[in-house]
């Protein structure tokens, strides 16, 4: 257990270190119904104006990054858990599944009756019953994330690029997110895809609710390797921030591996830091303790 709290540690870098910093969103810059604390905001724009660089990296796809977060600035993203990397606007990296593989995928969801959305930089494309049949899954995802009231929680107040009755053959999709059901348990997931890579995601102390599927490789920890590599710069100057469990591999990865208090329990066990929760000014916090701002 690396894990110890920001109340308690002395600065650990020198201020004059220029540092890259990788930012998970969704529990980390922002709360889970995508408020973005005005602390955060100053934070991150303080640290990029001190001179160091500052990177989103997050399961998201781009067409999920709204103007309010793109105002903020940053020097690029990772996004798709590591399938696109943009650097100043630049993509350096983009593995997208292979359009057979796609096909494979959606036709074995379809057969096994568990609804689910395409992951794309042009947008999130859900299957035909996920509408309705995805609202009790993500109203359990957004309360397993701390919002107690979630009857007004639709999928699109959740997932506002979701789009429906498109068509689902597509070139384009970085990763796909289906419910979990009984049919489709992560061992049989892993078991019918072995070439690919597989996550879950979800609800409280990170109870699996959704699966995803992404090319093999692809993960947050190696998409900051080539990101360094394009860079040319050292993982001891390397800072990353998340909530959960898909955190923990760029947590081991980077230098300083932070944790939200918010965040899972896991998580917090395997990062360096502990910070506050994301609306209690955490990043802020975290950012001054770093001495990047």
Known sequence: MKISFLG???????????????????????????VIPRSAKQAVRLARK??????LNTGRSKAEMDNDLLNIGFDGMICGNGNYVEVEQKVILHQPLPENIEVKIV???????SEFFLESNNGLFASEHFKEQGLPIVRAYVQGKGQEDVSHVTVETAFPAMQYGKQLIRDDVNKISF???????????????????FGT?????????????RPKGISKANAI??????????????????DAQVDVPMFELCKVGVCMGNGGQKAQERAD????SVMDDGLQHAFEKLSLI
Do not use: R
């Not at 419910?179 to 890579?197: A, D, G, N, R, Y």
């Not at 102390?205 to 959704?210: K, R, Y």
């Not at 390797?225 to 998340?242: E, H, M, P, R, W």
């Open 8 to 34: 308690d540690m002395k600065p650990m870098l020198d201020k004059s270190d220029k540092k890259v910093v990788f930012l998970d969103i969704d529990g980390t810059l922002c709360d889970y119904n995508g």
């Open 107 to 113: 036709k074995w969801l379809e057969e096994q009756h």
């Open 225 to 242: 390797k080539k990101l360094l590599q394009y860079l040319n710069v050292s993982l001891t100057d390397t800072i990353a921030f998340g």
């Open 50 to 55: 001190n001179g160091h660089l500052i990177f």
């Open 179 to 197: 419910i979990l059901t009984k049919q489709v348990q992560p061992e049989i997931v892993k078991s019918q895809f072995p070439h690919l890579e």
């Open 273 to 276: 830091l502990v910070t506050n």
């Open 201 to 213: 995601w979800g609800g409280k102390d990170e109870q699996p609710l959704f699966g995803d599927l």
